[in-house]
């Protein structure tokens, strides 16, 4: 069973940084891909920034220059650095992670909080 970890939230002012970090009990290069999604409250989760397998990222338009998301195959982890904060970066962050074969199966991590406020 596949068990993702997350850390690193925390709360920081605006214009400030954090770096989450997913640890993965299972071999990330085993996934087809990895992201990072967000919650605020009221609001549904969406995604916020992937890389898939290949290394390829994506990231959506509102964190793009801001925003970086890694992986590193030697220590299971995949991490989202997050420079230049905003207070609507506050939300719940969660690692998210999935396999393709035999067939899609999705893992969740339990979630961080990440708060920007002065």
């Known amino acids: 069973q596949v068990q993702l970890v997350e850390s690193g939230g925390g709360l920081v002012q605006p214009g400030g940084s954090l770096r989450l970090s997913c640890a993965a009990s299972?071999?990330?290069?085993?996934?087809?891909?990895m992201g990072w999604y967000r919650q605020a409250p009221g609001n549904p989760r969406t995604v916020v920034a992937t890389i898939t397998s290949a290394g390829t990222t994506d990231y959506i338009d509102s964190v793009k220059g801001r925003f970086n998301i890694s992986k590193d195959n030697a220590k299971n982890t995949v991490d989202l650095q997050m420079n230049s904060l905003k207070p609507e970066d506050t939300a719940v962050y969660y690692c998210?992670?999935?396999?393709?074969?035999?067939?899609?199966?999705?893992?969740w991590g339990q979630g961080t909080q990440v708060t920007v406020s002065s």
């Open positions: 299972g071999t990330v290069s085993r996934f087809t891909a």
């Open positions: 998210h992670a999935y396999t393709s074969f035999p067939r899609r199966f999705d893992y």
